[in-house]
Nanobody
Framework: QVQLVESGGGLVQPGGSLRLSCAAS????????LNWYRQTPGKQRDLVAG???????NYADSVKGRFTISRDNAKNTVYLQMNNLKPEDTALYFC??????????????WGQGTQVTVSS
């Protein structure tokens, strides 16, 4: 059974940094695309950053230049380094793994989320 477990969230002041981690277990492998999403109450879940099996990356415009996604295939872990955090980055952050043989939404695996709060 596939499991994704996020960690690293917390409370940070504006301008601060956090590093989120997502550890995958089960059949997650290096061929999976790994993504970070975030969601605030009453709003849809939005893509923050993604990294392919070949380590190509993409970012939401709002986080470009501040966030960096990376992966360690040996550890089955994906990271999100978040710098220069802003109050509008406050959200519940989710890790998502997309299998290579199915691009449909229902094939994706999701973690439970980790809360990031940016406030002074």
């Amino acid at each position: 059974q596939v499991q994704l477990v996020e960690s690293g969230g917390g409370l940070v002041q504006p301008g601060g940094s956090l590093r989120l981690s997502c550890a995958a277990s089960g059949i997650i492998g290096s061929r999976y695309e790994l993504n970070w999403y975030r969601q605030t109450p009453g709003k849809q879940r939005d893509l923050v950053a993604g990294i392919t099996s070949g380590s190509s990356t993409n970012y939401a415009d709002s986080v470009k230049g501040r966030f960096t996604i990376s992966r360690d295939n040996a550890k089955n872990t994906v990271y999100l380094q978040m710098n220069n955090l802003k109050p509008e980055d406050t959200a519940l952050y989710f890790c998502m793994a997309q299998p290579p043989n199915c691009r449909a939404t229902y094939c994706a695996y999701w973690g439970q989320g980790t809360q990031v709060t940016v406030s002074s």
